[in-house]
């Protein structure tokens, strides 16, 4: 089997590959010298000068709370559009909307950030809104861009979903917003949850939109991680790298947990029923 | 009544701030730079209040085909992107493939371990490729250690360092679709060609791989239209010959201030993107057919 051992070598190089620059960062935060290069014992001093830093904390308590405000607008719109893609069959202008809604996966950063920032300008030409830019225009575009995300991670799961339950709610004359809201919405509830959280990470991920889109008092977490990266290398970066890894591997487990958990309890109560009906 | 609330609120709001915008950027890219609050001026104008007069002016777009820069840095992202594209699908085929035939129980945490990266700052990831690439970084000290070299290699700031970035950064959006396609093959098939006589080389070649070429492609498509626009990547990892459209356009935008023109290279460069964003919507869409049944 040399083919196997080929995909063998070639996993494991990927895996490295995409490892071992995280984990040599989370090393490097525990150096006491300045330099990348140079070891010179171990020391947790970035982590106090990261509290220290004013300018990093106010960017990044700016970052969350649009994070977590454009995730959950988001979902909402993510959630429909699945809905309207997934179960509406043909509608009048669907081809359009279905083009809007896969677009923003693939187009580049810097066409969507452009034509936003062009959108906000003339809005406020003609309108007088939104008044300069700031965490509203970073909100509406960080929403446009990752609930195609979201609309994607619903569409998906609703696909693959058994229609009969819904039917046979329908048929006991319950109405389409009752039938939504208590078994299609508990069922992709998963497929929400994954979707918040992706639209969250991108949010708080995203460098090239918002600095098209925002004015000159509201600077994102990445904007500042990126002219600090640019003007020489601060290992408080590293620091603050190990502390994001923390807390997203920490959030996964999580996640992963509390979902196996309530999978399997949902496998325990479709197995109750099909023998209470057997 | 519900229905059409359900389409209607995500339709609009795409509208408003997904096509709109692209009909603005269209508009501005016709007028001139002017010294003014906006930087462009007006594309429309009544004229001695009764004449409507459309101004438009194709400047900027003549001067993105004299000036070679531009022609230059179009080239050049196309070529990156292509590159790393086949970088991904070389690295990210084996993987998806071998993910796809792990037991059962261990896909999850493979999977699992190809998104975990994607959560964590995109930026600081490629940040920390710098500390390995540069002169005296960690890549350049293991091979000389490995007495592989005899003095340093200049890999930071070249083209080199562009493409381990894009591929490090885009590998998972070559290997999940890739793994969506080759996990619902059927064994059954390679099982009859193993029957018929088939090394499991040729089965490959004759079953699996035109079995996947919708995974391929929408792996392929995934990585290349983002990376043709890229700003993060060069600008970080690449060196200063090193043009790449979305940089251009950056500073076109934010150093000259020149908004018809960074317009017109955003217009062109979804010209170059249309075939492929269309190729990957169809893609997309029949995916979906083939998940409906």
Known sequence: MRRSSFVLTMMAFGYAFLYVPIILLIIYSFNESRLVTVWGGWSTKWYAGLLHNDQMLAAAWLSLRIAALSATFSVVLGTLAGMAMARFGRFRGRTLFGGMITAPLVMPEVITGLSLLLLFVSLEQFIGWPEGRGMTTITIAHITFTMAFVAVIVQSRLVSLDESIEEAAMDLGARPAKIF?????????????????????????????????????????????????????????????????????????????????????????????AASNA | ???????????????????????????????????????????????????????????????????????????????????????????????????????????????????????????????????????????????????????????????????????????????????????????????AAADLGAKPFTAFLSVTLPLSVPGIVAGSLLVFIPAVGEFVIPSLLGGPNTLMIGAVLWNEFFANRDWPVASAVAIALLLFLVVPIMLFQYYQGRQQEVARQ
């Open chain 2, 1 to 191: 009544m519900g229905r059409g609330l359900v389409i209607m609120v995500p339709y609009v709001w795409l509208l408003l701030f997904f096509l709109i915008p692209f009909a603005i950027v269209l508009k501005i890219s016709f007028s001139e730079a002017a010294i003014a609050i906006p930087p462009y001026t007006a594309l429309i104008e009544w004229a001695e209040e009764t004449y409507l007069t459309i101004r438009l002016n194709f400047g900027s777009y003549l001067f993105l085909l004299t000036d070679s820069l531009y022609a230059v840095a179009y080239l050049n992202s196309l070529k990156i992107a292509f590159v790393s594209t086949v970088l991904c699908l070389l690295l990210g085929y084996p993987m998806a493939y071998g993910i796809a035939k792990a037991p059962q129980a261990w896909r999850g945490p493979l999977l699992m371990l190809i998104i975990l990266p994607f959560w964590t700052s995109f930026l600081i990831r490629v940040y920390a490729w710098i500390g390995i690439l540069k002169q005296e970084g960690l890549l350049n000290n293991f091979l000389l250690w490995l007495g592989v070299i005899d003095a340093p290699l200049q890999i930071l700031y070249t083209d080199t360092s562009i493409y381990i970035g894009i591929v490090y950064s885009y590998l998972p959006f070559m290997i999940l679709p890739l793994y969506a396609t080759l996990e619902k093959l059927d064994d059954t098939l390679l099982e």
């Open chain 1, 181 to 273: 809201f208590v078994i299609t919405l508990p069922i992709i509830s998963p497929a929400i949850v994954s979707g918040w959280l992706l639209a969250f990470t991108l949010s708080l991920d995203d460098l090239v939109i918002a600095s098209f889109v925002s004015g000159p008092a509201s600077t994102t977490l990445p904007m500042v991680i990126f002219s600090s990266v640019r003007l020489g290398v601060t290992p408080e970066i590293n620091a603050l790298a190990t502390i994001i890894v923390a807390l997203v591997t920490t959030g996964i487990i999580v996640a992963g947990v509390f979902m196996a958990r309530q999978e399997r309890i949902r496998k325990q109560d479709e197995q109750m029923a």
